[in-house]
């Protein structure tokens, strides 16, 4: 398969510059953008034809002409409360696999709709899951390659995070091309090496029913998100 027979799949532009920022909690907003993800920020600048998103994870730039609109976040700050002395820590809630990957999302800045997408995919999010080549977990982490992003991918969040920034590194990297989300996804499972190699979706009957199953569940995603 060619990959302009992937067109009909609505390729998605996404341009992201992320650079170390510190930031303060506060109430949010939602950024829209014209193709349907959705970002979480702490706030905005426009700076001519650039908006700048402030993340937790820093400072996220996009072309202003990629927002649809800006939606503010229901925030309530907590109440001050006195704590008593000796009070018992209550234990931190265990996750489900689904929550995690929304929460690694979020953090990595992106769209959980999409990132829960490929976690469906990649092992059905299950924590356990080992592929015959030896990707483990939610996000199929190869051991190289959780290696590289410090990453424990036998530790459920940890994989979760690591796959979701790993992806975010994808979609950097492959940000001025038209296919860019096709290309990200192709090489998650392919690898970059061979995208590039192909200068697109590498003809592999595996890779491209793959490119096809994400970006297909994003898009019913992204369409039950809407009711």
Do not use: W
């Not at 809630?93 to 990649?122: H, M, N, W």
């Amino acid at each position: 398969m060619r990959q302009n027979e992937l067109v009909a799949l609505r390729p998605i532009k996404l341009v992201l510059c992320l650079v170390a920022i510190a930031l303060a909690a506060q109430a949010g907003e939602f950024v829209v953008l014209s193709n349907g993800f959705r970002i979480h920020a702490d706030g905005h600048s426009a700076d001519g034809p650039v908006v700048r998103l402030q993340t937790s994870q820093g400072v996220i730039e996009i072309q202003a002409n990629t927002v649809a609109a800006f939606e503010q976040e229901d925030y309530t700050p907590p109440a001050a409360a006195a704590i008593p002395a000796m009070a018992p820590i209550a234990p931190k809630a265990t996750l489900t696999p689904q929550e995690l990957i929304r929460q690694a999302a979020i953090d990595a800045g992106l769209p959980p709709a999409f990132v829960q997408s490929v976690a469906r995919a990649e092992s059905g999010y299950r924590q356990d899951a080992v592929s015959p080549k030896g990707a483990i977990g939610l996000m199929q982490l190869m051991p190289k390659t959780a290696a590289a992003l410090n990453a424990d991918p036998l530790d459920p969040a940890q994989n979760a995070e690591a796959g979701a920034r790993y992806l975010r590194d994808l979609l950097q990297r492959y940000q001025n091309d038209p296919h860019q989300v096709s290309k990200a996804v192709a090489a998650y499972n392919a690898g970059p090496a061979a995208v590039d190699k192909y200068d697109g979706i590498p003809p592999y009957a595996e890779t491209i029913q793959y490119v096809k199953r994400v970006l297909q569940q994003y898009e019913k995603e992204q369409a039950a998100n809407l009711r």
